[in-house]
């Protein structure tokens, strides 16, 4: 099982800068109950975002540098690369019934080679825009993928926008 986890604007926005566009810390905490324990596929612009591996998970990082290294993560060269890695030591699953979840965690060229490969989109759409933004989710086709949880929130004091928890699956 292949998912996709993103947090994303009203326009699709994913990121500004080589950074998030929004700071949405029941997001991050949301991202983080999801992923953890799996296996978290990422371009290298998005590990270098945030900068360090993710405790709890296996970090594979995809870049085209073969010289590139870092500490505690996988480097591979390739998507396909990147799964066949994470399928090859799968961690348990906590959903019963189904196999192993492997997590893609961006960024955009990352999604934009993953979608057609992804059964299960975890969306938190931000209900904000940013014209300044610079990568952007790809679009989620109606006739391609049915919401099949939608958990809406308010902003709050810690989190400035109203948000919502998606979850679609493929048709
Ligand atoms: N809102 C969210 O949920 C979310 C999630 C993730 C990321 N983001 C944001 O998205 C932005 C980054 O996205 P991005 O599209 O610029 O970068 P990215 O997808 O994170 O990384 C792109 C890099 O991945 C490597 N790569 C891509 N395709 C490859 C392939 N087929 N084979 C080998 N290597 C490949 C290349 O690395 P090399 O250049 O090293 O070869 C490429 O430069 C940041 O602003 C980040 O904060 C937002």
Do not use: C
């Amino acid at each position: 099982m292949i998912s996709l986890i993103a947090a994303i604007g009203k326009n699709n926005e994913l990121g500004k800068n080589n950074n998030l566009v929004w700071s949405m810390p029941t997001d991050l905490k949301y991202f983080r109950e999801k992923t953890s324990g799996h296996a978290v596929i990422m371009g290298r612009k998005t590990f270098e975002a945030i900068g360090r591996p993710m405790p709890n998970r296996r970090n594979i990082v995809i870049t085209r540098d073969k010289n590139y290294k870092k500490e505690s993560i996988e480097v591979v060269h390739s998507l396909e690369e990147a799964i066949n890695s994470a399928r090859t030591s799968p961690l348990p699953s906590p959903y019963k019934g189904e196999g192993e979840e492997i997590f893609i965690i961006g960024g955009e060229e990352i999604f934009k080679q993953s979608m057609n490969l992804a059964e299960r989109l975890y969306i938190t759409h931000i209900d904000a825009e940013d014209k300044k933004a610079d990568t952007f989710f790809p679009e989620i086709i109606p006739i391609v993928w049915n919401e099949v949880s939608h958990e809406a929130h308010k902003k709050d004091k810690d989190n400035p926008y109203d948000y919502t928890f998606s979850v679609y699956e493929r048709i």
